[in-house]
Structure formats: C-alpha cells, structure tokens
C-alpha cells in the first residue's frame, strides 16, 4: 500500500484546508492522520473506519476538523476548519489493515510522506 498525502499548505488563523490521503495497492481499512509539530512529539489526530461510520477525534480538533472517505477512489479528506497556529505541523496519512481507530502509532501499519501545514497568526 502507498498512500499520497496532498493539500497542506499556508493559512490564516481562522482559516481551512483540506487535506486529502490517496492509496495505491489495495484498499485501505481504517485511516488516520498524525501530525507532528517541530520540536515535539507526534500526535495523533483523527481515524475513520473502512465504513466511513465510525470516527475517532482528538480532543484537540474536535469540532473544527472533520474526516470522510470516498471509498469509490479509495481516498480520505481531512477538511481542517478554525485553524489555529498550534495545528501547524507535518501531517501524516496513517492506514491499518484492520478496524482499529486509536491514538497509538505503533498500530497503524501504513503511513504516507507527510504534508506540511502552516497556520501563521
């Protein structure tokens, strides 16, 4: 499996972006994204399952990040709304071949190239 994440890029607090995880080689069972800002720890932000009906959010995003899939093309949108500086960091498409939808990186089996976000004040 590879995934291709797109969409980062500079915005204004307040502002959105979106974010879109595409995968290559078979299809994705649950995904995610993880971000990691310079100089810290990698985060966990948000899973959805393989049916789009489940959703895992971090506290920290809740309410202005939203996840969905388009099972159709095997793609995952990551629509960031309400941005704040702090959500600037790389951000990392996370798959597992399986259902689980934690904030542990360890499970996730797959992970893309990153995408950096930058939200300026």
């Known amino acids: 499996v590879q995934l291709q994440a797109s969409g980062g890029g500079l915005a204004q607090a307040g502002g959105s972006l979106r974010l879109s995880c595409a995968a290559s080689?078979?299809?994705?069972?649950?995904t995610g994204w993880f971000r990691q800002a310079p100089g810290k720890e990698r985060e966990f932000v948000v899973a959805?399952?393989?049916?789009?009906?489940?959703?895992n959010y971090a506290d920290s995003v809740k309410g202005r990040f939203t996840i969905y899939r388009d099972t159709a093309k095997n793609t995952v949108y990551l629509q960031m709304d309400s941005l704040k500086p702090e959500d600037t960091a790389v951000y990392y498409c996370?798959?597992?071949?399986?259902?689980?939808?934690?904030?542990?990186?360890?499970?996730?089996?797959?992970w893309g190239q990153g995408t950096l976000v930058t939200v300026s004040s």
């Open positions: 996370v798959a597992n071949s399986g259902s689980y939808l934690g904030q542990s990186w360890e499970e996730y089996d797959y």
């Open positions: 080689g078979r299809t994705l069972r649950s």
């Open positions: 959805i399952s393989w049916s789009g009906s489940h959703t």
